[in-house]
């Protein structure tokens, strides 16, 4: 059984996504501490890359900041090694392909299993190229999550049916950030999955407010924040942690 399914054993699930090394991986690793400590159920750690294109300008920032701030996928390594001492929820990384093509796809599978990293998502990775990593993800135990979105259609059914993990459900069209409303007709996508897995679905893009998780995790099995931490990271630098461990209590306990 996958170490995923942790997160979604309590309830539903909340899902905080943060930057590696925004502003700089010490405030990173604090972030993550209190994210966890105030309810989180699972963590998705951005290693940064020079062109997100699935992010908004709110992350597409805290990409920027890292970088300049001199952080590398090694350093990520061994900050994620130090964090599971004592951080025990499930951890996955959220990157691009190239960044795993470019560090040797086997080597950076084989780095995650080593340091504790449940699983994989890689947004720019087309359903039908998965098996670019997937036997490597198999081999070295870490799940390579899916992602389907509302341009998915008829393609939902496949690709619930070989998830893993748990899946990744876009809200909107565009990318990340903050959205005052979500019109997208959620239900008829989730009916689709339930209808063909029995892995959890978590929805993420543009939830920010407690009212907003409450209802996206009505719909499913959890639900997803990121431009909303990072905001508080790009607003209070090296002193969000503590605000950002508020937040995350005030949405868990939307949940």
Not at 5 to 31: H, Q, R, S, V, W
């Amino acid at each position: 059984m996958s170490n995923i399914t942790k997160a979604f054993a309590n309830g539903k699930a909340f899902i905080a996504f943060i930057t590696c090394g925004d502003p700089d991986l010490e405030t990173t690793a604090a972030a993550v501490r209190a994210a966890a400590s105030n309810g989180a159920d699972l963590i998705e750690l951005g290693i940064p890359f020079s062109d997100p294109t699935a992010e908004g300008p709110v992350i597409q920032g805290a990409n920027l900041r890292a970088l300049q701030g001199g952080v590398t996928t090694d350093k990520i390594f061994s900050f994620v090694e130090d964090l599971r001492r004592d951080v025990q929820i499930p951890l996955v990384f959220m990157t691009y392909a190239n960044v795993v093509f470019s560090y040797g796809a086997e080597r950076f599978i084989a780095a995650c299993q080593r340091i504790g990293i449940d699983g994989l998502i890689l947004p720019d990775l087309p359903f039908e190229e998965k098996e670019e990593f997937l036997p490597l993800c198999h081999a070295y135990g870490v799940d390579l999550i899916s992602l389907v979105a509302p341009t998915s259609q008829n393609r939902i059914a496949r690709i619930a049916r070989e998830a893993e993990g748990f899946l990744y459900i876009v809200s909107s069209l565009g990318v990340t950030g903050t959205r005052s409303e979500i019109k997208t007709d959620l239900s008829s996508i989730v009916e689709v999955v339930r209808q063909n897995t029995d892995i959890p679905c978590a929805i993420g893009f543009g939830i920010s407010t407690p009212a907003q998780a409450q209802k996206m995790a009505a719909l499913s099995d959890g639900a997803i924040v990121g431009s909303a931490i990072i905001k508080l990271l790009a607003k209070y630098g090296k002193e969000a942690p503590s605000y950002i461990g508020d937040y995350v209590r005030m949405m868990k306990d939307a949940l």
